[in-house]
């Protein structure tokens, strides 16, 4: 499989604790994602790392991306009850039209 | 904010029947997917789509699966003969630019999603 792992499967923290969570995968990519899905909902689009950044950041994200590793982590600081969700990473492969998405984590903040 | 939207919400069919799900992408967006998830499982790929003709697709994709933009607005995935195993929530999303584009703006936008339940 090509696709993105997460780890954990599954974090719980309380909240205004930091959670992080980790996504490896195999190819090489042109960029990569996270989304974040609520419960039986769809997926929503956090950031976008590209191959030749290293950390970026968004209000309370920080994602980081290591290619000679082909990993990535997001971390949520700060961590609130509604940030409750699973998050996916998602990676596009070089020319091919298609994104691979992992099994996710799956966060609790408990609050 | 523009959405993807997705019918129906949720569908209960009978094992061997035939299924459309429906979906109509955001107006300027010219590449479309379909994604799977079994309960609670992965997001698996099932089929990308432009220039109304299918640019990839994954080893789940079989000859049941058949997609289609029949009128330049919907988007549509037909199940021909449905299965136990089928059942899971459909994902539609689309983007502006190719998933193989090195810009850095093919972000997917999803739509909520089609469960469809095969008994």
């Known amino acids: 499989s090509q696709q993105g792992e997460e780890d954990p499967q599954a974090l719980s923290i309380q909240e205004g604790e930091n959670a992080t969570m980790n996504c490896s995968y195999k190819?090489?990519?042109?960029?990569l994602q996270w989304y974040r899905q609520n419960s039986g909902r769809g997926l929503v689009h956090l950031i976008l790392?590209?191959?030749?950044?290293r950390e970026k950041h968004s209000g309370r994200l920080r994602v980081t991306l290591d290619t000679s590793k082909k990993s990535s982590s997001l971390l949520i600081t700060a961590s609130r009850a509604a940030d409750t969700a699973s998050y996916f990473c998602?990676?596009?492969?070089?020319?091919?039209?298609?994104?691979?998405f992992g099994s996710g984590t799956k966060l609790n903040v408990k609050p | 904010e523009p959405e993807v939207t997705q019918t129906p919400s949720h569908q209960v069919t009978q094992m061997g029947q035939e299924v459309i799900l429906r979906c109509v992408p955001i107006?300027?967006?010219?590449?479309f997917y379909w994604y799977r998830q079994i309960l609670g499982q992965k997001v698996e790929f099932l089929v990308s789509?432009?220039?109304?003709?299918?640019?990839?697709k994954s080893e789940i994709f079989d000859d049941q699966f058949s997609v289609e933009r029949p009128d330049g607005s919907n988007f549509t995935l037909k199940i021909r003969s449905t299965k136990l195993e089928d059942s899971a929530m459909y994902f539609c999303?689309?983007?502006?630019?190719?998933?193989?584009?090195?810009?850095?703006?093919?972000?997917?936008?999803f739509g909520a999603g089609s469960r469809l339940t095969v008994l």
């Open positions: 790392i590209r191959s030749n950044e």
């Open positions: 190819t090489s990519i042109n960029n």
């Open positions: 998602a990676t596009d492969p070089y020319n091919f039209n298609k994104f691979y």
């Open positions: 789509f432009y220039n109304n003709e299918i640019s990839e």
């Open positions: 107006s300027n967006h010219l590449y």
């Open positions: 999303a689309s983007t502006r630019i190719s998933g193989g584009a090195n810009s850095g703006a093919n972000v997917l936008t």
